[in-house]
């Protein structure tokens, strides 16, 4: 059987869509000054992870991500919004302290990506060569609830986090103007 001739570079251009999807989706959900930007962002960002968790032959967590991330979170988000006050706060303008902790995070992220380059250029990398299950949705349940309870556990969480957070947006509530006011008729 042949292969067709261009995959490789089709793959590779997939690739390099998705790791472009979760880099300009994380840049939209961390400088938009609108929430509801910030969640089209995280959104945006959690489809490039969850096809870079796919490229990683792991399709399973490719489908928790958008089944969690983009499913609960950004729909619990969404609704938050929809709950909360419809006017927003006047942006305040920046001053020399945000400045100072925008650099610091910038080199402290950049120090992490440098640090986590080296570290995946000089670790060989070998496909696993043996299969820890048939796929079954009882080897599924085994594994979720031996081998990776853990991160089932703090999957829980991050919802927890999520629909508290959403609660916070919305506390306040929409409130009537006086001339608004449903009349009896």
Same mark, same amino acid.
């Given at each position: 059987?042949?292969?067709?001739p261009?995959?490789?570079?089709?793959l590779?251009?997939?690739?390099?869509?998705?790791?472009? =999807?979760?880099?300009?989706?994380? &840049?939209?959900?961390?400088?938009?000054?609108?929430?509801?930007?910030?969640?089209?962002?995280?959104?945006?960002?959690?489809?490039? &992870?969850a096809?870079?968790?796919?490229?990683?032959?792991?399709?399973?967590?490719?489908?928790?991500?958008?089944?969690?991330?983009?499913?609960?979170?950004?729909? %619990?988000?969404?609704?938050?919004?929809? &709950?909360?006050?419809?006017?927003?706060? +006047?942006?305040? +303008?920046?001053?020399?302290?945000?400045?100072?902790?925008?650099?610091?995070?910038?080199?402290?992220?950049?120090?992490?990506?440098?640090?986590?380059?080296?570290?995946?250029? @000089?670790?060989?990398? =070998? +496909?696993p060569?043996?299969?820890?299950?048939?796929?079954?949705?009882?080897?599924?349940?085994?594994?979720?609830? %031996? =081998?990776?309870?853990?991160?089932?556990?703090?999957?829980?969480?991050?919802?927890?986090?999520?629909?508290?957070?959403?609660?916070?947006?919305? @506390?306040?509530?929409?409130?009537?103007?006086?001339?608004?006011? +449903? =009349?009896?008729?």
């Amino acid at each position: 059987m042949t292969e067709f001739p261009a995959a490789p570079i089709i793959l590779f251009g997939i690739f390099l869509v998705f790791i472009a =999807t979760a880099v300009v989706g994380a &840049l939209i959900a961390a400088l938009s000054a609108r929430v509801i930007r910030g969640v089209c962002g995280l959104a945006m960002s959690s489809i490039g &992870l969850a096809g870079l968790y796919y490229f990683l032959n792991s399709p399973f967590l490719a489908l928790m991500e958008i089944l969690i991330y983009i499913g609960a979170v950004c729909v %619990t988000m969404v609704f938050a919004i929809m &709950l909360a006050e419809p006017e927003e706060t +006047p942006v305040q +303008p920046t001053g020399e302290s945000s400045r100072w902790w925008g650099g610091v995070a910038v080199v402290a992220s950049l120090a992490l990506f440098g640090g986590l380059a080296v570290l995946g250029i @000089r670790q060989e990398w =070998t +496909p696993p060569v043996t299969r820890v299950s048939e796929g079954s949705v009882h080897d599924l349940g085994v594994s979720l609830l %031996t =081998t990776y309870s853990m991160a089932f556990e703090l999957i829980s969480l991050v919802l927890f986090v999520a629909i508290i957070g959403a609660l916070v947006i919305a @506390r306040p509530g929409r409130h009537l103007d006086s001339e608004a006011k +449903p =009349t009896n008729s």
